[in-house]
């Protein structure tokens, strides 16, 4: 299997093109020094990828050293994620980026097909190994989010990577146990959402993307009071929290603004103490977090 190559940060494009000014931040994350650029066929319906592959263009090529990443969705119609899907799949996506390859490309959120399905000659992952054969990827990934369904497809021991989105947080381990068996398959992790979709970043009431459960929601508003008391920045802890551990080789934060992109340095560089993160682990187990 071939190792996905990353940079302590991923930046993550999943809300580029859905809001004004998608030209100049994709100019400013194709630029960034942070690191590589993620994002998928689906995200903004196909805009994110457009406005890279803009970017791209307007720099004459990729910056050296810079990688993007993508990944292959069901037809958005359809729901049909098979293994043609996915060969049209990458086929839209290097088109929309301008590339020839991509380093990696992962199956992502397959939630319309079963797994069984997938794996079936003529499925999804035949797909993508043979595109990895044929060097038009260069590593393949699961990238979703229901853990027991991500954990089925990290067991076939055939992919190169792992991404799972909120639920390796400071407030949320449920994505340990797969990554320690990705990490025995000699798998590369990508934990993706460390600000669980934003609250832990800016205070929003939701935590991947739904309604917090109210036992959850009580624990965070205790690691919001810890951070009080040791004068942390919450999002600051959240981002280290994951930059820290050893089980992440990369962590994937959704960048929506120049702002947010111009705020990271100073998250990444801000001083966390370890007793902070040791009095949120004395607080115990979180509990369960909503999503599955
Ligand atoms: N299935 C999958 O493959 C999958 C699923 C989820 C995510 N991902 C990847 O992971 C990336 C990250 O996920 P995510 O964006 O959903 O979650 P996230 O990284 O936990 O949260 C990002 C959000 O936090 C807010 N934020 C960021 N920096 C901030 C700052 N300095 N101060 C205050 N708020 C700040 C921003 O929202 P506002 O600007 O709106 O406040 C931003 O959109 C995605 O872009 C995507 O690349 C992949």
């Known amino acids: 299997m071939n ?5 302590p940060v991923t930046l993550g494009a999943s809300s580029l093109g859905t809001r004004p000014g998608a030209a100049t931040l994709a100019d400013a994350l194709l630029a960034s020094p942070l690191g590589n650029v993620d994002t998928s066929n689906n995200y903004a319906g196909g805009r994110s990828e457009a406005a890279l592959g803009e970017a791209i263009r307007r720099a004459g090529g990729l910056p050296a050293g810079k990688l993007v990443y993508s990944k292959a969705d069901s037809d958005g119609d359809t729901g049909v994620f098979d293994g043609d899907r996915v060969r049209r799949s990458l086929a839209e996506s290097l088109e929309r980026l301008g590339l020839d390859s991509l380093p990696l490309y992962q199956l992502h959120d ?13 499925g999804a992952v035949p797909a993508l190994l043979a595109l990895r ?3 038009a990827i260069g590593a393949i990934g699961i990238a979703s989010g229901t853990m027991a369904q991500v954990h089925e497809y990290v067991e076939t021991g055939v992919f190169d990577v792992v991404l799972s ?5 400071l ?5 340990e146990p797969t990554f320690v068996r990705a990490r025995e398959l000699g798998m590369t992790v990508f934990n993706a959402a460390p600000f669980g979709g934003g609250t832990l970043a800016n205070g929003s009431d939701t935590y991947g993307y739904h309604a917090m459960p109210a036992a959850f ?17 919450l999002a600051a802890a959240a981002l280290q929290f994951s930059l820290r551990h050893p089980l992440v080789d990369t962590t994937v934060v959704g960048v929506s603004s120049l702002e947010r992109l111009a705020a990271l340095p100073a998250l990444i560089e ?9 009095a949120v682990e004395r607080l ?3 509990p369960a977090s909503g999503n599955d």
């Open 165 to 169: 989105h909120n639920r390796f947080t």
């Open 284 to 286: 115990g187990p979180p």
């Open 270 to 278: 801000a001083a966390v103490p370890d007793g902070f993160f040791e």
């Open 171 to 175: 407030v949320d381990r449920s994505a």
């Open 133 to 135: 054969e044929e060097g």
């Open 217 to 233: 929601a009580a624990h965070l508003s205790r690691v919001r009071e810890l951070a009080a008391e040791w004068s942390v920045e």
């Open 110 to 122: 397959p939630y319309t097909i079963g797994f069984d399905e997938a794996m079936a000659s003529g």
């Open 3 to 7: 190792a996905a190559v990353t940079t």
